[in-house]
């Protein structure tokens, strides 16, 4: 998968994002637009020790490493008094990593590890390009931003939470190529019923958990065709919640995603960006719990734009219960016209092309002229 390894004529990037699924997944969707060009990048993609980071890396066939690049503790403060020390042994790391792949150009797409890459990148001064992938921009975007070569946005409006001249261009999420993955378990799901997908992100969401179950376990007989990603912490009590039937896929995550999005009627989720941009693209109509903790209520501002464009009805988690969100599901799924008006909305939110807008300013960055799909 790491073509261009050998190809001399091959830009050299490195790209770094990780901790969450909402970083490391645009940095893998990059990644492998730039060796799908003519001219195959070779990559090396960094992640944290964190997170989902191990797996999803080692299952990309991509070369990578893994640094342990520190938190800044929003709640108990006194923790970050050691916050200097470990970011700089943090960025001596880092520093050995790009004094030794000596890539062409560096890409962070966001969370905590694209801090000491993006240090290090100013300080060898290789080119510094940064993905965000929210309307309210992580912290690592808005410190970095200000020695960045690009920062590329989803959406209009992010530069004005960023330092004075930063180099902005809009360009959307970079999200997989809508190809058509046909998935085994689809056969288990039945075709005189509705289909409703339910996940958290890559770590899962113990309260969409929950409210599945307070609404379905006793009563199976009524549940639609469900897809379920549960999370790897929630898997097993979800399992053995209930003698589920076979209409009902539980997984700890779904991977493609491009195997679940084409089979759904309706999502119940959080409100992560690359979720949005999937959804948008897919044209699924969505109930959004937006994670509560997020940074700054991130996921909160990105599901209300979601729901004022017609697209998603936003509950707030407190107000989550599984009487409403049951009422929500039901209603959505038994109203069809509905469901096409938030399809067509979805529609148009859409930056299907956003991977391959971005893949052509990595490459500017690193001095080739971008070559296009194959």
Do not use: K
């Given at each position: 998968m790491d073509a261009g390894e050998h190809d001399k004529t091959a830009a050299r990037v490195l790209i770094a994002g990780g901790g969450t699924g909402g970083h490391l997944v645009p940095a893998l969707n990059l990644a492998r637009e730039l060796v799908r060009r003519q001219h195959p990048a070779t990559i090396m993609l960094i992640g944290?020790?964190?997170?989902?980071?191990?797996?999803?890396?080692?299952?990309s066939g991509f070369r990578y490493q893994l640094i342990d690049a520190p938190i800044v503790d929003r709640h108990r403060r006194l923790k970050n008094a050691t916050l200097p020390w470990r970011l700089g042994r943090a960025v001596s790391a880092a520093r050995t990593v790009v004094n030794g792949f000596r890539p062409d150009v560096v890409?962070?797409?966001?969370?905590?590890?694209?801090?000491?890459?993006?240090?290090?990148?100013?300080?060898?001064h290789r080119p510094l390009l940064l993905q965000e992938q929210n309307r309210q921009p992580g912290l690592a975007t808005r410190f970095l931003a200000r020695w960045a070569d690009r920062?590329?946005?989803?959406?209009?409006?992010?530069?004005?939470?960023?330092?004075?001249?930063?180099?902005?261009?809009?360009?959307?999420?970079?999200?997989?190529?809508?190809?058509?993955?046909?998935?085994?378990?689809?056969?288990?799901?039945?075709?005189?019923?509705?289909?409703?997908?339910?996940?958290?992100?890559?770590?899962?969401?113990q309260a969409l958990n929950t409210a599945i179950i307070e609404?379905?376990?006793?009563?199976?007989?009524?549940?639609?065709?469900?897809?379920?990603?549960t999370g790897e912490h929630h898997y097993d009590h979800v399992l053995a919640a209930s003698r589920w039937p076979k209409r009902v896929v539980i997984e700890p995550f779904f991977s493609p995603m491009a195997a679940v999005y084409p089979l759904l009627d309706v999502a119940l989720c959080r409100a992560g960006?690359?979720?949005?941009?999937?959804?948008?693209?897919?044209?699924?109509?969505?109930?959004?719990?937006?994670?509560?903790?997020?940074?700054?209520?991130?996921?909160?501002?990105?599901?209300?734009?979601?729901?004022?464009?017609?697209?998603?009805?936003?509950?707030?988690?407190?107000?989550?219960?599984?009487?409403?969100?049951?009422?929500?599901?039901?209603?959505l799924l038994d109203d069809r016209s509905r469901r096409e008006r938030m399809v067509a909305a979805a529609r148009t939110l859409a930056q299907p092309d956003a991977a391959q807008v971005?893949?052509?300013?990595?490459?500017?960055?690193?001095?080739?002229?971008?070559?296009?799909?194959?």
């Open positions: 944290s020790q964190r997170g989902p980071d191990r797996e999803l890396l080692s299952a890409v962070g797409t966001g969370g905590y590890v694209s801090v000491p890459i993006g240090v290090a990148a100013r300080m060898a920062v590329c946005v989803a959406y209009s409006g992010v530069d004005e939470a960023l330092p004075e001249g930063s180099r902005v261009a809009i360009t959307g999420n970079p999200i997989a190529p809508q190809e058509s993955v046909e998935a085994e378990f689809a056969r288990r799901l039945e075709t005189d019923r509705p289909t409703l997908g339910v996940f958290g992100g890559s770590q899962g969401a609404l379905f376990a006793d009563q199976t007989d009524a549940v639609p065709n469900l897809i379920w990603q960006a690359m979720t949005l941009a999937e959804l948008a693209a897919w044209g699924v109509p969505a109930i959004l719990v937006p994670y509560p903790h997020a940074t700054a209520d991130h996921q909160m501002v990105n599901a209300r734009a979601v729901e004022t464009a017609g697209a998603a009805i936003t509950i707030p988690e407190p107000e989550a219960t599984s009487r409403r969100l049951g009422n929500l599901i039901t209603g971005i893949a052509d300013q990595i490459l500017e960055l690193a001095g080739q002229t971008p070559a296009g799909d194959p």
